[in-house]
């Protein structure tokens, strides 16, 4: 490469065959970084550069401005060994300091040159060099042999050169690189093969076979009108919305929308060309779930709904070509897509000639687990708990629609149309409940009993499609938990932190009367001998999933240890209690309560016999401990009536005045006494103290 003197933008482009959509995104977002970061490290990059992550189904790039022809030189200063080491009795350089200086590119000639410095305790011996910086060349090659081994690849793929001999291994075949510096040619290789400046343009639609790239700032525009291609995945995917939302006013309606399958669409072509087309309105008789799911799983497309959110019969196609008459490509995708509604309709006429009560017998027959019996015995476990929560809740007609939701909600599992899109158990099982004229409540219950499925998805919508919801999510929750089967690391195959956080958050919004210890109790006998009594454990695995999303918050980690080392059976009273803490730490006073709170802990701790909360007033002798006591008499029973109220913030600023009576005791009272009287009933007065303070949180975890 002839260098220049200034900085100039960087184009890079890996040509490969058609790499996986649903990968896309993510392997162009990678390709990317670790270009940028790997230059970056190698001084090669200038301030504010701005970096363009170039993904398209046939090419991954970067096109990265203000990059240098050659990084500047650098200073180092290296140790090379202890004083002591290096050098003999005399002053002399040691076979190892010359061994170590050969190492390094020097010989004897520096000697002259090293210096002596304090390393620890001791001397040791430096070299100040100035060390060469990178060429583009150099560095380039250095990050793209680095992005190409840290690709995120789902599958490599091995392959021969056109030698026949040499195998390489990919995501897929790779065909060229372009690296231009400015319009100057950057000389790397990868994968075989040796950049240049040719790549090729949309497979059907470019202006020529091959195309010349001029400069690394003419790659965009000549890709798009010489190759018929947009080869910025954002650009790309923000051309696909805007087409799609121009397409959709002109028809009145709107797209559906979906991030991930806009990433996807955007993954399947070069250059996008939205056409709107329409299926027979007589397919809208089945449920709008069922043909949205087929249109966007199956084909790709964005079915268009109205104005109150209702699939119509038109949808939209994102072609990858675009021909001066549009008419075959769209009739062409009419006909694929009849024969898949076609399907849907077959299986829901056909699901609907059997009741949802006819189908749990056939529920005995499938495997839910191979030490928790089958999918009907689980269905027994769940209705239990249903009518057990439904219990805790007040029972009567509640228990009675809990436990027929409960009865009901696995049957879809075994109808066609689930068997097609398991996606939609539940939603199908909602709709032939009605069908099989069930009341709302129960069709609402059976539709809803998996929410929630993720993170901010909906809650049920009724008070039994919440009990059974939670009932199975305990099911699920003590079930495995009963027979050891948690989640390790990264793996948690039954998704039991989702179902936690599901729990969690039922619990905290639409059932704030209900105890998570006595909910977890209610659901164990459902499993008779099958499994070991997992209380315990699992209390603290979901106190482990509530603390995270209070810490997205903004709650800080005191604030949620304070509150959740106490383990409030109730999580609707968390948020609140989190508000208090955060009020009284605020307080003049807060601080050294808290650590008064952590002294007064240890000290408990430490006491050899077991210590009761009670005051003998005859034994208080000392004025601190006295005075201590008759602020503990009159501040504790306000602070209590406050508590029981649910008034956390103004329980503990009532509890604030005890700030200088605690010092004053800390100060003038021994409360190791000799005398056991007085030593038990100063332990009982600061255990007594210790339960007042912390019934809202655990306040010496505040202590710094």
Not at 138 to 157: F, H, N, T, W
Not at 317 to 335: K, L, Y
């Amino acid at each position: 490469m002839t260098t220049t003197a200034v900085n100039q933008n960087l184009l890079i482009e890996l040509f490969v065959e058609e790499l996986p959509p649903k990968a896309l995104k993510k392997l162009g977002e990678a390709f990317s970084a670790v270009l940028v970061d790997s230059l970056k490290a190698q001084g090669l990059v200038g301030e504010g550069a701005q970096a363009t992550a170039i993904a398209t189904p046939r090419r991954l790039g970067l096109h990265l401005t203000n990059v240098a022809p050659k990084a500047a030189d650098r200073a180092v200063q290296q140790k090379l060994m202890p004083v002591a080491v290096a050098l003999t009795a005399e002053g002399q350089a040691t076979p190892a300091l010359l061994k170590k200086l050969a190492g390094i590119g020097a010989d004897a000639s520096v000697l002259p040159q090293l210096k002596r410095l304090p390393d620890g305790k001791a001397e040791a011996l430096f070299l100040d060099q100035l060390v060469p910086g990178a060429t583009l060349a150099e560095g380039l090659q250095k990050a793209l042999d680095e992005s190409l081994a840290k690709l995120p690849i789902p599958k490599v793929m091995t392959y021969q050169l056109k030698d026949g001999w040499t195998d390489v291994k990919f995501v897929r075949p790779a065909h060229g690189i372009v690296a231009l510096h400015g319009a100057e040619l950057v000389a790397v290789s990868a994968l075989g093969l040796q950049s240049g400046r040719t790549t090729r343009g949309h497979r059907f639609e470019a202006s020529a076979p091959e195309l010349t790239i001029e400069s690394a700032d003419s790659y965009a525009a000549q890709m798009r009108e010489q190759g018929a291609v947009i080869a910025g995945f954002a650009e790309r995917r923000a051309e696909i919305a805007r087409q799609l939302q121009v397409a959709a006013a002109k028809e009145g309606l709107k797209p559906i929308e979906d991030e991930a399958l806009l990433d996807e669409v955007t993954a399947l072509v070069e250059r996008p060309n939205v056409l709107t087309c329409q299926f027979e309105p007589e397919f809208l008789a089945v449920p709008q779930e069922c043909l949205i799911l087929t249109m966007k799983a199956n084909q790709k497309y964005f079915p268009l709904l109205d104005a109150a959110g209702k699939l119509t019969h038109k949808f939209l196609v994102v072609s990858a070509i675009s021909p001066a008459d549009a008419s075959a490509v769209i009739e062409g995708n009419e006909r694929v897509v009849r024969p898949r509604l076609a399907d849907a309709k077959f299986f829901f006429d056909q699901d609907r000639k059997k009741t949802l009560a006819d189908r749990v017998p056939g529920l005995a027959k499938v495997v839910y687990h191979g030490k928790l019996g089958t999918q009907g015995e689980r269905v027994e476990r769940v209705r239990a708990i249903a009518r057990a929560i439904a219990g805790l809740l007040g029972g009567g007609a509640l228990t009675e629609q809990a436990d027929q939701a409960a009865l009901l909600a696995k049957s879809d599992l075994l109808t066609d149309m689930v068997g097609e899109f398991p996606e939609l158990q539940g939603i199908m099982g909602g709709y032939y409940a009605r069908h099989d004229g069930l009341s709302e409540a129960v069709a609402l219950a059976v539709e809803d009993h998996y929410k929630p499925r993720f993170a901010g998805d909906e809650l049920p919508r009724n008070e039994v499609g919440l009990v059974v919801a939670l009932a199975d999510k305990l099911e699920t929750l003590v079930g495995l938990f009963g027979i050891g089967q948690l989640p390790t690391g990264d793996k948690d195959p039954f998704a039991l932190r989702r179902h936690a956080l599901g729990l969690v958050r039922m619990l905290s919004e639409r059932a704030p009367t209900l105890a998570l210890d006595a909910l977890i109790e209610a659901a164990v006998p459902a499993f008779g001998a099958l499994i070991q009594n997992p209380a315990g454990p699992l209390a603290d695995f979901v106190f482990d999933r509530l603390s995270g999303p209070l810490r997205e918050q903004g709650y800080s980690a005191q604030e949620v240890d304070a509150v959740l080392a106490l383990r409030p059976q109730r999580l609707a009273d968390v948020a609140t209690r989190l508000t208090a803490v955060r009020a009284f730490a605020a307080l003049p006073e807060a601080a050294a309560l808290a650590a008064a709170n952590k002294r007064i802990g240890n000290i408990l701790k430490k006491s050899e016999e077991p210590v009761q909360a009670q005051i003998n007033e005859a034994l208080l002798v000392e004025p601190g401990e006295q005075h201590l006591a008759a602020a503990l008499t009159n501040a504790k029973p306000i602070a209590d009536g406050l508590f029981h109220n649910g008034e956390y913030a103004a329980s503990l600023r009532e509890l604030a005045v005890l700030k200088a009576p605690v010092d004053a005791f800390f100060d003038g009272v021994m409360v190791n006494a000799e005398d056991p009287a007085l030593r038990a009933n100063r332990l009982g007065l600061l255990k007594t103290l210790h339960e007042a303070m912390n019934r809202v949180a655990e306040l010496a975890r505040l202590a710094s």
